[in-house]
């Protein structure tokens, strides 16, 4: 009767992460067969370097599971196959990956090689322009403010490009100036196309930024300017109270405003690498979606600013039901064998 050489045979049992190798020790992983049996379920990676003298290696899972949330759960570098046995599941779970630029002037292609080269692209955008929008008036004073042009001006140039309240401030006192200049460009008789050469009679310079105050003009009788300071006794004046502007003795009037805005948007454009969608949040896309192979784009409007901060996130599995991971299941050099197998291995979205 032959009796099996059991010396041959290096059994270990492995409880936690680490390197298969040094848990077997020098001695036992001079044998040619290798047995690895899980005892516990693994969070992270186990690591499996090339030894010569190994001839067979069998990793059993023994029902335990190996997931890893930053990686892939396998690395097994050994010029002997990896047979892997039993019903755990074995699976990198992760499934988000980040990307980031902090410079606020960059412009060009940011690469992100966790996403197989997915890229965002950030662009100068020339998107110069004038918007105006009048309302009427009709008879007496009229006093207005930034949300009262958003909400009752009408547009005659731009149209919504940019929106009402970027261009004067929704719900504020104020105009907003981010980008562009806004002005009150004068009156015209209700029903005029436009004030360009159809009887001004009030012009201001500039508004500056986040404010209504102390603004130079020139003076004409129809439009009152109330409580301009130095106005001579029996001008009209111009209000900057900081609650409202106010045109004193307007009358049956058509007051128009425009904004005149400088450019400088950034395009963001995302394109999908990976083989299934991806949802992308962050500052600057902001749930998202882009097929596989196609793009998500959005705009940061009157800004030079390219930095941003994004996550990119996949879920699902494939028609073998296999869960979508951002990382292989062994990303070492070596081979897997799993005719054996019986668990559920995670899957690479690309």
């Given at each position: 009767?032959?009796i099996p050489?059991?010396?041959?045979?290096?059994f270990?049992?492995?409880n936690?992460?680490?390197?298969l190798?040094t848990?077997a020790?020098?001695?036992?992983?001079?044998?040619?067969i290798?047995?690895?049996?899980?005892?516990d379920?693994?969070?992270g990676?186990?690591?499996?370097?090339?030894?010569?003298?190994?001839?067979?290696?069998?990793?059993d899972?023994n029902?335990?599971?190996?997931?890893n949330?930053?990686g892939?759960p396998l690395t097994?570098?050994?010029?002997?196959t990896l047979?892997?046995k039993?019903?755990?599941?074995?699976?990198c779970?992760?499934?988000?990956v980040?990307?980031?630029?902090t410079?606020s002037?960059?412009?060009?292609?940011?690469?992100?090689?966790?996403?197989?080269?997915?890229?965002l692209?950030?662009?100068?955008?020339?998107t110069d322009?004038?918007v105006?929008?009048?309302?009427?008036?009709s008879g007496?004073?009229?006093?207005?403010?930034?949300?009262?042009?958003?909400?009752?001006?009408?547009?005659?140039?731009?149209?919504?490009?940019?929106?009402?309240?970027?261009?004067?401030?929704?719900?504020s006192?104020?105009f907003?100036?981010?980008?562009?200049?806004?002005?009150?460009i004068g009156?015209?008789?209700?029903?005029?196309?436009?004030p360009?050469g159809s009887n001004?009679?009030?012009?201001?310079?500039?508004?500056?930024?986040?404010?209504?105050?102390?603004?130079?003009?020139?003076?004409y009788?129809n439009?009152g300017?109330?409580?301009?300071?130095?106005?001579a006794?029996?001008?009209?004046r111009?209000?900057?109270?900081?609650?409202?502007?106010?045109l004193?003795?307007?009358?049956?009037?058509r007051l128009?405003?425009?904004f005149?805005r400088a450019?400088?948007?950034?395009s963001f454009v995302?394109?999908n690498?990976?083989?299934?969608s991806c949802?992308?949040?962050?500052?600057?896309?902001?749930?998202?979606?882009?097929?596989?192979?196609?793009?998500a784009?959005a705009?940061?409007?009157?800004?030079?600013?390219?930095?941003?901060?994004?996550a990119?996130?996949?879920?699902?599995?494939?028609?073998?039901?296999?869960?979508?991971?951002?990382?292989?299941?062994?990303?070492?050099?070596?081979?897997?064998?799993?005719?054996d197998?019986t668990?559920?291995?995670?899957v690479?979205?690309f």
């Amino acid at each position: 009767m032959s009796i099996p050489l059991i010396s041959n045979i290096g059994f270990t049992e492995v409880n936690s992460a680490g390197n298969l190798n040094t848990k077997a020790g020098t001695a036992k992983s001079k044998l040619p067969i290798q047995l690895f049996k899980l005892t516990d379920n693994i969070s992270g990676n186990l690591t499996l370097d090339n030894n010569s003298a190994h001839k067979k290696i069998i990793l059993d899972t023994n029902g335990k599971t190996i997931l890893n949330a930053n990686g892939s759960p396998l690395t097994t570098n050994s010029d002997t196959t990896l047979e892997l046995k039993g019903s755990g599941n074995i699976q990198c779970t992760e499934l988000s990956v980040s990307a980031s630029e902090t410079s606020s002037s960059f412009l060009g292609t940011k690469t992100i090689s966790e996403a197989n080269n997915s890229t965002l692209v950030v662009a100068n955008v020339n998107t110069d322009t004038t918007v105006e929008k009048y309302i009427d008036s009709s008879g007496g004073n009229y006093s207005y403010r930034g949300s009262t042009i958003d909400s009752s001006g009408t547009f005659t140039v731009g149209a919504s490009t940019p929106d009402a309240s970027s261009v004067f401030g929704s719900g504020s006192s104020y105009f907003n100036t981010s980008g562009g200049t806004p002005l009150f460009i004068g009156d015209t008789a209700v029903g005029a196309s436009s004030p360009v050469g159809s009887n001004y009679r009030l012009s201001i310079a500039n508004i500056p930024p986040n404010t209504v105050s102390q603004l130079r003009m020139d003076e004409y009788a129809n439009i009152g300017i109330y409580q301009y300071f130095g106005a001579a006794s029996g001008h009209n004046r111009y209000s900057y109270q900081p609650t409202l502007h106010q045109l004193n003795g307007v009358g049956n009037r058509r007051l128009w405003w425009r904004f005149v805005r400088a450019g400088n948007d950034r395009s963001f454009v995302f394109t999908n690498n990976l083989n299934i969608s991806c949802t992308i949040t962050g500052d600057v896309l902001n749930n998202d979606t882009a097929t596989a192979g196609g793009t998500a784009n959005a705009n940061k409007s009157n800004t030079t600013n390219g930095s941003f901060s994004i996550a990119i996130a996949i879920s699902g599995n494939n028609g073998s039901g296999q869960p979508f991971a951002f990382q292989s299941v062994n990303d070492g050099s070596g081979d897997l064998l799993t005719t054996d197998y019986t668990g559920t291995l995670s899957v690479r979205a690309f």
